[in-house]
């Protein structure tokens, strides 16, 4: 059975004092729970703080972005092995907003895969279609065409280290939200295709998350259904309560 991972992403919210409130909160509020991956993935400004307060607790950290090159003349940028060095085990890879913002594609996606994994970190991939290709009817196209070529040149076993995020970029921040029917459809979409790119098996333990507007109402609806593993929060993560509520959630929910 895949175990549930629920990752918070806080974008560009939280200095690096109310990053550390926010966490003290999540451990208080989380440390009984067993079965689901909890991830927090702060500004990088907040990293190291944060790795420090959660080193023995059930929460693990997560970074919002990466570079593809190691070292070198590119100002701005940051590193796995940087990552790593402050205390990261994950990273979110080709989010919408990297690619509708900057400039993210499929090439650049597939490089930042690459080095994550060469840096040891597990890759979030956010793959995902927009309102107007949904109402086309190009969901399925848009999808297969994140996934095929982000995953470029990446072998089985690299593949199973992977997670995958599917956020329909529609429901990303517009309080509209799949319904637990259409996020299965496309979850299962991605499974099937993995089976095909890769095997049946690197296809049953890859793990797929759901993310657009996931909220403590919708999330245990969300997380019955079979092919949904997890979610992927933004504006929910950002509140102690809120965020704790929906992992205890999932919990009850892939327990049974």
Same mark, same amino acid.
């Not at 095929?148 to 599917?166: H, L, N």
């Given at each position: 059975?895949?175990?549930?991972?629920?990752?918070?992403?806080?974008?560009?919210?939280?200095?690096?004092?109310?990053?550390?409130?926010?966490?003290? @909160?999540?451990?208080?509020?989380?440390?009984?729970?067993?079965?689901?991956?909890?991830?927090?993935?702060?500004?990088?400004?907040?990293?190291?703080?944060?790795?420090?307060?959660?080193?023995?607790?059930?929460?693990?950290?997560?970074?919002?972005?990466?570079?593809?090159?190691?070292?070198?003349?590119?100002?701005?940028?940051?590193?796995?092995?940087?990552?790593?060095?402050?205390?990261?085990?994950?990273?979110?890879?080709?989010?919408?907003?990297?690619?509708?913002?900057?400039?993210?594609?499929?090439?650049?996606?597939?490089?930042?895969?690459?080095?994550?994994?060469?840096?040891?970190?597990?890759?979030?991939?956010?793959?995902?279609?927009?309102?107007?290709?949904?109402?086309?009817?190009?969901?399925?196209?848009?999808?297969?065409?994140?996934?095929?070529?982000?995953?470029?040149?990446?072998?089985?076993?690299?593949?199973?280290?992977?997670?995958?995020?599917?956020?329909?970029?529609?429901?990303?921040?517009? @309080?509209?939200?799949?319904?637990?029917?259409?996020?299965?459809?496309?979850?299962?979409?991605?499974?099937?295709?993995?089976?095909?790119?890769?095997?049946?098996?690197?296809?049953?333990?890859?793990?797929?998350?759901?993310?657009?507007?996931?909220?403590?109402?919708?999330?245990?609806?969300?997380?019955?259904?079979?092919?949904?593993?997890?979610?992927?929060?933004?504006?929910?993560?950002?509140?102690?309560?809120?965020?704790?509520?929906?992992?205890?959630?999932?919990?009850?929910?892939?327990?049974?």
């Amino acid at each position: 059975m895949r175990r549930p991972i629920i990752a918070g992403n806080w974008k560009l919210n939280k200095t690096i004092p109310e990053a550390i409130e926010l966490v003290n @909160g999540l451990k208080r509020n989380l440390y009984k729970i067993e079965n689901v991956d909890t991830i927090v993935c702060p500004p990088f400004t907040a990293l190291s703080s944060i790795a420090e307060i959660i080193l023995s607790s059930n929460i693990k950290l997560g970074a919002q972005d990466l570079f593809w090159e190691e070292k070198g003349a590119f100002t701005g940028e940051v590193s796995g092995p940087m990552l790593k060095d402050a205390g990261c085990s994950f990273v979110i890879i080709g989010h919408s907003e990297r690619r509708q913002y900057f400039a993210e594609t499929n090439e650049t996606v597939n490089k930042k895969l690459k080095a994550a994994l060469k840096a040891g970190l597990t890759p979030i991939v956010c793959v995902g279609e927009k309102l107007a290709e949904r109402e086309s009817g190009k969901t399925f196209d848009v999808v297969k065409d994140h996934v095929v070529s982000g995953f470029k040149e990446i072998g089985d076993a690299d593949a199973r280290k992977c997670i995958i995020a599917y956020e329909p970029v529609w429901a990303i921040g517009t @309080g509209k939200t799949a319904t637990p029917e259409q996020a299965q459809e496309v979850h299962e979409f991605i499974r099937n295709l993995f089976s095909k790119l890769y095997s049946s098996q690197t296809a049953s333990l890859i793990r797929i998350q759901y993310g657009g507007s996931v909220t403590p109402e919708n999330i245990a609806a969300l997380m019955a259904k079979p092919d949904l593993d997890g979610a992927l929060v933004g504006g929910a993560s950002l509140k102690p309560d809120s965020f704790s509520e929906l992992i205890k959630k999932t919990s009850e929910v892939k327990a049974k």
